[in-house]
């Protein structure tokens, strides 16, 4: 089976090809520079964007991989969560290759996709089902964490997730904060590994609390105020550094120590992680000592399949189309489409 797919939930317009669980292609195209200068993506201009690159991502990924458009036996897009009018623009347009292919299209659920990319590694990258377990999966980007139950392959539930802000979002409205240009998270890891973690003690909102919930709202509301208390802190490189190793310490030990809850409660020996946030290395190193030291089988997503890409799309929706879930190019986007 060979398929193209296509993510354009946010401000990456991605394609991919994937043929028997071997992500053949996968091109991003990144935004990013476009957005910072409004500190945070602007929805009409990431839809213009997506516009702009479709055509010419998918062809590339096509080229790439030196499948012709013939050659398709099914066409997938992202179909929700995310902005609605950045989503429309990708799963629309994958929906008329589809309809002028006269091929199977199916839309895939951002999140869902992200369950299935910490067994995708290798270059090329190629899915592995062989080694899958049942596992609590830790989902933790910029607009979402979350915690799910993935008793089998396509049988998931939900144990929790954010009340307020992501733990990607703390992150860069921390950063905001301190001045630090879009997207601050990067950054804040970048200027932590210069700074000394235990230099300020910031809330761990929810650590003890018995849900699988999140909540880092109250993490930023205190990093606001102590900066409006020691704003001449942000003139010292080294005291900025501190305090940003001091942020990312608090929220890494909040998401580290509820998944690992988590998977104890649920009965199951393997923990997964993957979304943008998974690429910080703090998170990383933390949740791989945790899982060595508790008995854990771990595997994180690539990093270059942690952040928004259509390879995830492409897999699962293989993945669903094995399994006979059915086809339909009638569905419209699901801006707010919750994992269930």
């Known amino acids: 089976m060979t398929l193209l797919a296509i993510e354009t939930s946010c401000d990456e317009t991605s394609a991919a090809v994937v043929r028997d669980g071997k992500v053949l292609c996968n091109i991003v195209a990144s935004q990013i520079q476009l957005h910072a200068e409004y500190g945070g993506v602007v929805p009409e201009l990431a839809a213009r964007e997506h516009l702009k690159n479709f055509l010419p991502v998918a062809h590339a990924a096509l080229d790439q991989a030196g499948v012709s458009s ?38 895939i659920n951002h999140h869902e996709a992200h369950l299935y990319s910490p067994w995708i590694a290798g270059q090329p990258p190629v899915a592995d089902f062989s080694k899958f377990q049942p596992n609590v999966s830790l989902i933790v980007s910029g607009g979402h964490t979350l915690l799910v139950l993935v008793k089998s392959e396509l049988q998931h539930r939900v144990l929790g997730g954010t009340i307020d802000d992501a733990a990607g979002e703390c992150f860069d409205k921390t950063g905001k904060l301190m001045g630090l240009p879009y997207p601050a998270g990067p950054l804040i890891e970048q200027l932590a590994e210069q700074g000394n973690p235990a230099a300020h003690d910031f809330p761990r909102p929810l650590i003890h609390d018995a849900s699988d919930d999140f909540s880092f709202s109250g993490l930023k509301t205190s990093v606001r105020y102590f900066i409006r208390d020691h704003s001449a802190l942000l003139d010292d490189r080294k005291k900025v550094c501190d305090l940003c190793a001091s942020v990312q310490a608090a929220i890494v030990e909040v998401l580290v120590k509820k998944t690992l809850r988590a998977a104890k409660r649920n009965g199951v020996r393997c923990v997964t992680a993957s979304g943008g946030v998974t690429c910080n290395s703090t998170l990383r190193n933390e949740m791989t000592r945790a899982c060595e030291r508790e008995g854990f089988a771990l595997h994180l997503a690539e990093k270059s399949l942690c952040t928004d890409n259509a390879a995830m799309i492409g897999i699962l929706a293989e993945r669903k189309l094995l399994a006979h879930v059915p086809p339909s190019l009638d569905e419209e986007i699901k801006p707010g489409w919750v994992l269930a």
């Open 70 to 107: 013939a050659q398709l036996d099914a066409v997938a897009a992202t179909q929700g969560p995310g902005l609605g009018i950045a989503l429309l623009v990708g799963f629309k347009a994958a929906q008329a290759v589809a309809f002028a292919l006269n091929k199977p299209f199916i839309g």
